[in-house]
């Protein structure tokens, strides 16, 4: 029978632990980062997989389709109107369904894609550009021997007890290396 990860489909990935919002476990399949399983926690089996495009979490162009659904062209991110009845009457009458428009600057999307990035099992590049400070190193290096990351020639990811921490291992990193703060310029639509 096994425990309830061993009942998902793995190939050989391994599953890291998360907890929701809700306080519920979560489990990202390593090695198929696009992929997020919930588990109940009452009956411990998975209660949904989730696959999630890989376009989002490495920061490549996105086309989300419907109300609510957000897209990314590599310079904009916007989001649907959420109301099916908005969206709706939107294309109906040929006009702009999105909710609103942002445009990140450089400093935004470098922050943006190491939180993404490290929240996949494939992690981000060790060339990432908020981590190739000075001082970023030795937080790197204490965060691997705390055994919350793993670093290989290329890349550097969450461990399973990483993941259960994962705000704070972007504390860290991002404290000593945040850019300038700034505010997306986000344009309402409507």
Known sequence: MGS?????????????????????TDHVIEGASEL??????????PASVVGFDPAYWSGRPYLGLGP????????RRWANASSLTKWAE???????PR?????????????ETLYLGLRTADGVGVD???????NVKPVVAELVAEGLC??????????????LVYDAILDRLVGIARPPESTPAATTVN
């Open 128 to 134: 990432h550009p908020l981590l190739g400070s000075i």
């Open 4 to 24: 309830p990860s061993s009942r998902v489909p793995r190939s050989g990935f391994v599953t890291a632990p998360v907890l929701d919002d809700d306080g519920r």
């Open 36 to 45: 997020h399983v919930t588990f109940d926690d009452e009956t411990r089996v």
């Open 99 to 111: 909710a609103f428009v942002e445009r990140l600057d450089p400093s935004q999307r470098a922050l």
């Open 68 to 75: 609510s659904a957000h897209s990314f062209d590599g310079q």
């Open 150 to 163: 793993r670093l290989s020639a290329d890349r550097l990811a969450c461990t399973e007890r990483g993941f």
């Open 90 to 96: 939107a294309f109906a009458i040929g006009a702009d």
